[in-house]
């Protein structure tokens, strides 16, 4: 059919619009401080096949492959079979899912009697049981890392809101109060999407949205391809790697392959390490959405609306078995870190083809802390996510501190800590100088953060990288600086591995020290006035100015 092309950009808004409402919607019902505040969590609008049509702006790296997770559950339950107050739930990293804690829920959108899209939601849940609170560290499979979710069809009258399915899970959590919650934000979004989508199915007829959500998706796809087209033809390759795999030294490495051929672009990642023993490994909806998510932000403007159709272009392969596509029962928790190398590795081979585009490698590392308390009370759960220094730029410095690309969460403020938590408390929280690589321009500051803890058997968990293998500078840009984390107790500075559990005693003092990002270009050529700045601001100490930069050196 021929859409008016003033109701195409009306609806085509509208959708777009109704899924930053759902993300909206999302972060303000939430329970818990990982979805409240730190906003790791997202929404989105999917055609009744299941396409992405829009999506909210939070995290890149639970949308990209939402259709690998949906298929599934239609393929159990097909569409047309659903009836109003029906859901699909996932978590099963092994069937399109990600890992445990991050649950997809998807909600048919009915218009008279026929389902015409669905309400999509993600998010990152406190605590899924598992062998540990929030984290554990020390999973060899699947199945110590918590309640596992197949593809499924449940009803919200008949086995949620007090049904058989809600009771098993709140049944099997430590915090069922906060997760159970996080839950309904879930249904909560995906209600207001479906809400939106309906109106404008009555306002503007039915068939009218369906083309509107059609051409929306082939109206990306012809920028994305246009964008591809502009980049030289060729074969790039680079490889990054994961510091350890938390029991050997061994990095772990990936190898990437990137084919740009006119408006199409393969990525492949053959020779990357084989899946390991511990929670290291990437479910492959991960890999692809790490490489979409590292190309879209190189080649493509922000404008573009990121739905199915900026997918179509791609071909991403990753051996099955390996660190990028692993067997199950492999353990998967970890698993933003070698997406994290899948970005870095895409980057480094696109810089080839348009390195004026890239930036250098940021600290790009998914740094996860889960501390816990168990009380007469109960469980206790805290979980963040912290990030560090971006690369920098062929126009400008890395940005400082800030969650990285594929996350995008939000800090968490110690304010809404210290409301939550009473077995800690935050006694530091800054910037970490001198942690950004020099160049002509700066990589971005990595910062510190340290808890005292207030109660006796609290235990900590985390998983991090970047502590053994600095980020690239590029172009002549020097390196970031690596992370740690440590413990103090007494006198004693009790050093911790990037992954690593522990019992902690009150009076200990927990730090993490994240690192920067890479510089872009010579360091000789940074603006004296920039270096000047960074000093009087105290982003650079004296001392490596004289060591990184000429211009102060020479002095």
């Given at each position: 059919m021929?859409?008016?092309?003033v109701?195409?950009a009306v609806?085509s808004?509208?959708l777009?619009?109704?899924?930053?409402?759902?993300?909206?919607?999302?972060i303000?019902s939430?329970?818990s401080?990982i979805?409240r505040?730190?906003?790791?969590a997202s929404?989105?609008?999917?055609?009744?096949?299941?396409n992405v049509?829009?999506?909210?702006?939070l995290?890149?790296m639970q949308?990209?492959?939402?259709?690998?997770t949906f298929?599934?559950?239609?393929e159990t339950?097909?569409?047309?079979?659903?009836?109003?107050?029906?859901?699909y739930?996932t978590?099963?990293?092994f069937?399109?899912?990600q890992?445990l804690?991050?649950?997809?829920?998807?909600?048919?959108?009915?218009?008279?009697?026929?389902?015409i899209?669905?309400?999509a939601?993600v998010?990152?849940h406190?605590?899924?049981?598992?062998?540990?609170?929030?984290?554990?560290?020390?999973?060899?499979?699947?199945?110590?890392e918590?309640?596992?979710?197949?593809?499924?069809c449940?009803?919200l009258?008949?086995d949620?809101?007090g049904?058989?399915?809600?009771r098993?899970?709140?049944?099997?959590?430590r915090v069922?109060?906060?997760?159970?919650?996080d839950f309904?934000?879930?249904?909560?979004?995906?209600?207001i999407?479906g809400m939106?989508?309906?109106e404008?199915?009555?306002?503007?007829?039915?068939?009218?949205?369906?083309?509107?959500?059609?051409?929306?998706m082939d109206?990306?796809?012809?920028?994305t391809?246009?964008?591809i087209?502009?980049v030289p033809d060729?074969?790039?390759e680079a490889e990054?790697a994961?510091?350890?795999?938390?029991?050997t030294?061994?990095?772990?490495?990936?190898?990437?392959q990137?084919?740009?051929?006119g408006?199409?672009?393969?990525?492949?990642f053959d020779?990357?390490?084989?899946?390991?023993a511990?929670n290291?490994?990437?479910?492959?909806?991960?890999?692809i959405?790490?490489?979409?998510s590292?190309v879209?932000?190189?080649l493509?403007?922000?404008?573009?609306?990121?739905?199915?159709?900026v997918?179509?272009?791609f071909t991403i392969?990753a051996?099955?078995g390996?660190?990028?596509?692993?067997?199950?029962?492999a353990?998967v928790?970890a698993?933003?870190?070698?997406?994290?190398?899948?970005f870095n590795s895409v980057?480094?081979a696109?810089?080839?083809?348009?390195?004026?585009?890239v930036?250098?490698c940021?600290?790009?590392t998914?740094?996860?802390?889960?501390?816990?308390?168990?009380s007469?009370?109960?469980?206790?759960?805290y979980?963040?996510?912290?990030?560090?220094g971006?690369?920098?730029?062929?126009?400008?410095?890395g940005?400082d501190?800030l969650?990285?690309?594929?996350s995008?969460?939000?800090?968490t403020?110690?304010e809404?800590l210290?409301?939550?938590?009473?077995y800690?408390?935050?006694?530091?929280y800054g910037?970490?100088p001198?942690?950004?690589g020099a160049?002509e321009?700066?990589?971005g500051?990595?910062y510190?953060r340290?808890?005292?803890i207030t109660r006796?058997?609290?235990?900590?968990a985390?998983y991090?990288?970047r502590?053994?293998?600095?980020?690239?500078?590029?172009?002549?840009?020097?390196?970031?600086?690596?992370?740690?984390?440590q413990?103090?107790?007494?006198?004693?500075?009790?050093?911790?591995h990037?992954?690593?559990?522990?019992?902690?005693q009150k009076?200990d003092?927990l730090?993490i020290?994240?690192?920067g990002?890479g510089?872009?270009?010579d360091?000789a050529k940074?603006?004296?006035t920039a270096?000047?700045?960074d000093?009087d601001?105290?982003?650079?100490?004296?001392?490596?100015?004289h060591?990184?930069?000429p211009a102060?050196a020479?002095?």
């Amino acid at each position: 059919m021929s859409l008016d092309p003033v109701d195409y950009a009306v609806i085509s808004q509208g959708l777009i619009a109704g899924a930053r409402e759902m993300g909206a919607k999302l972060i303000r019902s939430a329970y818990s401080t990982i979805v409240r505040e730190a906003q790791d969590a997202s929404a989105a609008l999917l055609d009744r096949d299941g396409n992405v049509i829009a999506q909210a702006e939070l995290i890149p790296m639970q949308l990209g492959p939402m259709k690998m997770t949906f298929v599934p559950c239609a393929e159990t339950h097909p569409v047309d079979t659903l009836v109003p107050g029906d859901f699909y739930i996932t978590n099963d990293p092994f069937n399109g899912g990600q890992h445990l804690p991050d649950v997809f829920i998807f909600t048919p959108i009915f218009f008279e009697g026929e389902v015409i899209g669905f309400g999509a939601s993600v998010a990152h849940h406190l605590d899924l049981g598992g062998g540990a609170p929030g984290l554990n560290a020390d999973a060899s499979d699947i199945y110590q890392e918590g309640l596992r979710i197949p593809p499924s069809c449940y009803n919200l009258d008949r086995d949620w809101n007090g049904g058989t399915f809600e009771r098993l899970v709140a049944t099997n959590i430590r915090v069922p109060a906060l997760t159970i919650g996080d839950f309904n934000a879930q249904f909560a979004a995906n209600a207001i999407g479906g809400m939106r989508v309906t109106e404008l199915a009555a306002k503007f007829g039915k068939e009218d949205v369906l083309a509107a959500m059609a051409e929306l998706m082939d109206y990306s796809e012809r920028r994305t391809r246009a964008a591809i087209a502009e980049v030289p033809d060729g074969l790039y390759e680079a490889e990054d790697a994961v510091d350890d795999n938390g029991l050997t030294d061994a990095p772990l490495v990936v190898k990437t392959q990137v084919r740009i051929k006119g408006d199409q672009i393969e990525i492949s990642f053959d020779g990357t390490t084989d899946q390991v023993a511990r929670n290291l490994n990437n479910p492959f909806s991960s890999t692809i959405s790490a490489a979409l998510s590292c190309v879209k932000s190189v080649l493509t403007s922000s404008d573009i609306p990121f739905n199915e159709g900026v997918k179509r272009p791609f071909t991403i392969a990753a051996p099955y078995g390996s660190l990028l596509n692993p067997k199950p029962p492999a353990p998967v928790r970890a698993r933003m870190l070698p997406s994290y190398r899948v970005f870095n590795s895409v980057m480094k081979a696109l810089s080839q083809a348009v390195p004026e585009k890239v930036i250098a490698c940021g600290f790009d590392t998914t740094t996860v802390f889960a501390i816990s308390h168990l009380s007469d009370e109960g469980y206790r759960v805290y979980v963040e996510v912290f990030g560090g220094g971006y690369g920098a730029s062929v126009h400008q410095d890395g940005s400082d501190a800030l969650d990285s690309p594929l996350s995008n969460c939000s800090n968490t403020p110690v304010e809404a800590l210290d409301m939550e938590y009473d077995y800690f408390r935050v006694v530091e929280y800054g910037l970490r100088p001198d942690s950004g690589g020099a160049g002509e321009y700066r990589g971005g500051l990595g910062y510190n953060r340290a808890y005292e803890i207030t109660r006796d058997n609290v235990t900590f968990a985390t998983y991090s990288d970047r502590f053994t293998i600095a980020p690239d500078g590029i172009f002549g840009g020097q390196d970031g600086m690596t992370g740690r984390c440590q413990v103090l107790r007494g006198g004693e500075v009790i050093p911790l591995h990037s992954k690593a559990s522990m019992d902690l005693q009150k009076g200990d003092v927990l730090s993490i020290h994240v690192g920067g990002g890479g510089g872009y270009g010579d360091p000789a050529k940074r603006a004296r006035t920039a270096i000047e700045q960074d000093i009087d601001d105290g982003l650079i100490s004296p001392e490596a100015a004289h060591r990184d930069y000429p211009a102060i050196a020479a002095e």
